[in-house]
């Protein structure tokens, strides 16, 4: 069973920089594509990066200051965030899905960490 682990959340000032590190505390590495979304209060959760073995993909939000990432030896998942700005502010979570294709809805992803909060200053 896989159990995903987010670390690395904080709060920083505008323009200020954090990473985002998920591991599978079990050791179980998922086999498809890897994501991070996001949830601001009030909002819904959205995408934010994905990774697989077929392509990479960024909300256009988050294009050029976002950097998805893995270490496959590791088996950790990163997000390197530059440039914060207020609006990057939410609940940050690692998802899976056992399918190289990535999605958008979170639906389509069966696992999930626990979340790790981002807070952005101006």
């Known amino acids: 069973q896989v159990k995903l682990v987010e670390s690395g959340g904080g709060s920083v000032q505008a323009g200020g920089s954090l990473r985002l590190s998920c591991a599978d505390s079990?050791?179980?590495?998922?086999?498809?594509?890897m994501a991070w979304f996001r949830q601001a209060p009030g909002k819904e959760r959205e995408r934010v990066a994905s990774i697989s073995a077929y392509a990479t993909t960024y909300a256009d939000s988050v294009q050029g200051r976002f950097t998805i990432s893995q270490d496959k030896v590791k088996n950790i998942l990163y997000l390197q965030m530059n440039n914060l700005k207020p609006e990057d502010t939410g609940m940050y979570y690692c998802?899976?899905?056992?399918?190289?294709?990535?999605?958008?809805?979170?639906?389509?992803?069966?696992?999930w960490g626990q979340g790790t909060q981002v807070t952005v200053s101006s």
């Open positions: 998802a899976a899905r056992e399918e190289y294709w990535c999605r958008v809805d979170s639906r389509d992803y069966v696992y």
């Open positions: 079990t050791g179980t590495a998922v086999e498809g594509c």
